[in-house]
Every structure is written in structure tokens, then in C-alpha cells.
């Protein structure tokens, strides 16, 4: 098959508004990193990197137009996110779920919609899928009750879209409900090794009521057909769990290019210690890790890119990706996911001992990657299975979400 790296209907305007959010991302490179380490040991990511990514119009790249939003597609999502993660995961991570959940609210009925960003278009939505809560009938709506966790942005959301469980006639069916943050309460349970600074909490909810029109039913969502109304917009026709998975590898592919930079500006002053070598950058051993590494986020990217490429290009053609393309896309999320990550374990090993200094961002970028890509929706291995299964003709044995 043909291996593409962006859509071919994409235009002009549509890469030079990319290149141009890249660039916004740029230049907040030095603040982030700035506050790299405070958001890791505060657990938060700082209020200001929010509001400089904010004000650069890089938490609206998936917000609908009609509110003001950039409606962009997911090549620009993960590059967006990759450029953040330059500088600190933490941000990265936090505003590709920022960003991702303002796609999800995108595919509610317009009334939903509206009550989310009629009024206020800057407000910003957090989540959790995972099924942790139930819903049940009532007057007016439906009532939900629950605990949802990791709630990744949540500290800087003003709404939340959670999964629960609605009992229906035929049984339990998975949905998702948007909810008000003020109608939650916020549990501090992120105590982690990495991604700290993303305060991906517990978020709990005592009985509160949902209109009907804040719901969205996960079955229907898994075969791309979606209550918005505006089904003529590209962007929102896009695959559910392709989409879900791809853009936390926007994350990974910022974090291992990041150690690449590092090692390799370091290299030439570092000595190679108990060896006649001057400098790290003359050993055979370096030079050798480091192409190792180099090709592993090259590959990171190829696979990210294509699959991109391939969500995007569908949504625009307004045709829902079948099976075994699905499944494909998910192995390709994971392939990124593993190279960017094992890229980051050769460089430490190439950078030395001092990799785990706590003044060095070497471990941070190691301790945010090792966790980020640890997500239950990149998991490679599930995500080999399900390939595997499917290049031999086995399809919806592993999990739903493909």
C-alpha cells in the first residue's frame, strides 16, 4: 500500500496555518522550559504556560469554527503537541487532551454544543472515556454518579465529558455525558513518577442530573456515527478510537526529540568517563547510539505522520475507516509510542550516569515518557494483537476499541 505523510487534499492555506501554529508553539519554547520544573514538582502545569498557549490560539486547533475555534485535522494536533513537548511533557500532554476533548464535545448534538461555547468560546473541556460511572433515567435527563481518574487538564477545564455505563432496555450500554466542573468534585489522587505536572485527578459526581442532549452513545461513536449536526465539517467526522489513541503520541514524539537535542548538544563538552576519549562525541559508542536513536524518532514520526494522514484524509472524503485499516492505525500509534520511547532509554544510557541528576531535564523527559506511553488506548502490545488478529481475519475479539 502507498504510505502517505499528509492528506493529498490538504492545501495551501491548510499547511501554511500549520506551519504557523508550529511556529506559535516555537516561540513559547523558552517560558515552558522555564516552568518545566516548577510544573513537575508543583503537580500542576503553571497557570502561565496555560495562558501563553491559550493566547496563541493552540488550545482551539480542534474547537469548531463556528465558535470561534481553528477546526484544523490531526497532523496539525501532533505537531502542535509535539513542538510543546520540546519543551515540557507536562504542557504537552495537557494541552493534547484539552484539545482532544474539545473535539469529542465537537461531536455532541449542537444543543450540547451550544451550552459549552455559545456563551463562552473559550472554555475548555477535560475528560475521562473509561466507563467508571452510571447513569440512570430520571426527569429532565439522565442522573450520573461516579469516580473518573486519570482526568488529565482537568485543573484547567471548566467542563468534563466522563464515561459512564446507561442502563437501557437491552442492558448496560457505555456512553459519555458532559458535565460542568463545578457540578464535580476533584479528588488530588496524582501521585506519579512522570507526567506529573498534568494533575490528572480524580473527578467524582454525587447524583447530578444531565440533560438528555449532553449524551453521547459510545457504540454508535465507535462506528463514527455521531449525534452533531453538523456532519459536513470534516474534522468531525474523523474516527473515534484512531483519533483517541494517535494524538497521545504527539507527546512522545516532542519528548524524545527533545533528549536527541540535548545528547547531542552536550556530546562534544561531556568526557567519556574511564576511557581515553575527550569527549562523548568522539567515541564510536556515541556516534552509534545516537543514529540508533535518531532512526527510532525518525520512525516514531513516519508511523505517527501516516496515520495521521490516513484519519485525516478519510474524514475529509467523509468515508469511516473500516476494520482492518482501524486496526492499523492503532498498531502504528503504538509503533510511535515504542520507538520514541526505547530512543529515550539509548540516549540516557549514551548521556551517562548524570542522565539521573535532578538538575538535568534528561530524566524528567524519560520519567514523563516512560509514563505517558504507558496509556491503556497505546498499549502496543493490545494494539499487536488486535493488528495481528486482524491481518488474519479475526476481528472483535480483544476489545472494543479499534
Given at each position: 500500500?502507498?504510505?502517505?505523510l499528509?492528506?493529498?487534499?490538504?492545501?495551501?492555506?491548510?499547511?501554511e496555518?500549520?506551519?504557523?501554529?508550529?511556529?506559535?508553539?516555537?516561540?513559547?519554547?523558552?517560558?515552558?522550559?522555564?516552568?518545566?520544573?516548577?510544573?513537575?514538582?508543583?503537580?500542576?502545569?503553571?497557570?502561565?504556560?496555560?495562558?501563553a498557549?491559550?493566547g496563541?490560539g493552540?488550545?482551539?486547533i480542534?474547537?469548531?469554527?463556528?465558535?470561534?475555534?481553528?477546526?484544523?485535522?490531526?497532523?496539525?494536533?501532533?505537531?502542535?503537541?509535539r513542538?510543546?513537548?520540546?519543551?515540557?511533557?507536562?504542557?504537552?500532554?495537557?494541552?493534547?487532551?484539552?484539545?482532544?476533548?474539545?473535539?469529542?464535545?465537537?461531536?455532541?448534538?449542537?444543543?450540547?454544543?451550544?451550552?459549552?461555547?455559545?456563551?463562552?468560546?473559550?472554555?475548555?473541556?477535560?475528560?475521562?472515556?473509561?466507563?467508571?460511572?452510571?447513569a440512570?433515567?430520571?426527569?429532565?435527563?439522565?442522573?450520573?454518579?461516579?469516580?473518573?481518574?486519570?482526568a488529565?487538564?482537568?485543573?484547567?477545564?471548566?467542563?468534563?465529558?466522563?464515561?459512564?455505563?446507561?442502563?437501557t432496555?437491552?442492558?448496560?450500554?457505555?456512553?459519555?455525558v458532559?458535565?460542568?466542573?463545578?457540578?464535580?468534585?476533584v479528588?488530588?489522587?496524582?501521585?506519579?513518577?512522570?507526567?506529573?505536572?498534568?494533575?490528572?485527578?480524580?473527578?467524582?459526581?454525587?447524583?447530578?442530573l444531565?440533560?438528555?442532549?449532553?449524551?453521547?452513545?459510545?457504540?454508535?461513536?465507535?462506528?463514527?456515527?455521531?449525534?452533531?449536526?453538523?456532519?459536513?465539517?470534516?474534522?468531525?467526522?474523523?474516527?473515534?478510537?484512531?483519533?483517541?489513541?494517535?494524538?497521545?503520541?504527539?507527546?512522545?514524539?516532542?519528548?524524545a526529540?527533545?533528549?536527541?537535542?540535548?545528547?547531542?548538544?552536550?556530546a562534544?563538552?561531556?568526557?567519556?568517563?574511564?576511557?581515553?576519549?575527550?569527549?562523548?562525541?568522539?567515541?564510536?559508542?556515541?556516534?552509534l547510539?545516537?543514529?540508533?536513536?535518531a532512526?527510532?524518532?525518525?520512525?516514531a514520526?513516519?508511523?505517527?505522520?501516516?496515520?495521521?494522514?490516513?484519519?485525516?484524509?478519510?474524514?475529509?472524503?467523509?468515508?469511516?475507516?473500516?476494520y482492518?485499516?482501524?486496526?492499523?492505525?492503532?498498531?502504528?500509534?503504538?509503533?510511535?509510542?515504542?520507538?520514541?520511547?526505547?530512543?529515550i532509554?539509548?540516549?540516557?544510557?549514551?548521556?551517562?550516569?548524570?542522565?539521573?541528576?535532578?538538575?538535568?531535564?534528561l530524566?524528567?523527559?524519560?520519567?514523563?515518557?516512560?509514563?505517558?506511553?504507558?496509556?491503556?488506548?497505546?498499549?502496543?502490545?493490545?494494539?499487536?494483537?488486535?493488528?495481528?488478529?486482524?491481518?488474519?481475519?479475526?476481528?472483535?475479539?480483544?476489545?472494543?476499541?479499534?
Open positions: 500500500m502507498p504510505i502517505t499528509d492528506r493529498p487534499g490538504a492545501s495551501t492555506a491548510d499547511r496555518l500549520r506551519a504557523e501554529l508550529v511556529d506559535r508553539a516555537a516561540k513559547l519554547l523558552p517560558l515552558l522550559a522555564g516552568n518545566a520544573d516548577r510544573t513537575d514538582r508543583d503537580r500542576l502545569v503553571v497557570k502561565e504556560n496555560i495562558d498557549i491559550a496563541a493552540l488550545l482551539s480542534l474547537q469548531p469554527a463556528r465558535y470561534g475555534g481553528l477546526q484544523t485535522d490531526f497532523r496539525t494536533c501532533l505537531e502542535v503537541s513542538e510543546i513537548a520540546r519543551a515540557c511533557g507536562s504542557t504537552a500532554w495537557s494541552t493534547t487532551l484539552l484539545n482532544v476533548c474539545a473535539w469529542y464535545a465537537g461531536l455532541f448534538p449542537g444543543q450540547a454544543q451550544d451550552d459549552i461555547w455559545a456563551r463562552e468560546p473559550g472554555t475548555r473541556i477535560a475528560g475521562v472515556l473509561a466507563p467508571t460511572g452510571t440512570r433515567e430520571a426527569d429532565g435527563g439522565i442522573v450520573v454518579s461516579g469516580r473518573w481518574s486519570p488529565s487538564g482537568s485543573a484547567h477545564a471548566q467542563w468534563a465529558i466522563l464515561g459512564v455505563l446507561r442502563g432496555g437491552d442492558g448496560l450500554e457505555p456512553g459519555l458532559l458535565v460542568p466542573m463545578a457540578e464535580l468534585a479528588e488530588d489522587t496524582w501521585f506519579v513518577a512522570g507526567m506529573r505536572g498534568t494533575a490528572s485527578n480524580t473527578l467524582a459526581a454525587d447524583e447530578v444531565v440533560p438528555g442532549h449532553r449524551y453521547l452513545a459510545m457504540p454508535d461513536a465507535l462506528e463514527g456515527r455521531y449525534p452533531t449536526p453538523h456532519t459536513d465539517v470534516a474534522l468531525y467526522r474523523s474516527a473515534f478510537v484512531p483519533v483517541s489513541a494517535l494524538v497521545l503520541a504527539g507527546p512522545q514524539l516532542g519528548l526529540q527533545a533528549a536527541l537535542d540535548l545528547v547531542v548538544e552536550k562534544p563538552h561531556r568526557k567519556m568517563t574511564y576511557t581515553f576519549y575527550d569527549s562523548q562525541s568522539a567515541a564510536p559508542t556515541t556516534q547510539a545516537l543514529a540508533q536513536a532512526s527510532l524518532i525518525d520512525s514520526h513516519l508511523h505517527a505522520y501516516r496515520a495521521a494522514a490516513e484519519i485525516d484524509e478519510a474524514a475529509a472524503r467523509g468515508t469511516y475507516p473500516g482492518d485499516a482501524r486496526a492499523r492505525l492503532r498498531m502504528d500509534t503504538g509503533v510511535a509510542a515504542v520507538n520514541a520511547r526505547e530512543a532509554r539509548i540516549l540516557m544510557s549514551a548521556h551517562g550516569a548524570g542522565s539521573f541528576a535532578e538538575a538535568n531535564p530524566q524528567r523527559i524519560w520519567r514523563d515518557s516512560e509514563t505517558g506511553s504507558r496509556h491503556a488506548i497505546v498499549s502496543p502490545e493490545v494494539s499487536a494483537e488486535v493488528y495481528g488478529k486482524s491481518l488474519l481475519g479475526i476481528r472483535g475479539t480483544v476489545t472494543d476499541l479499534v
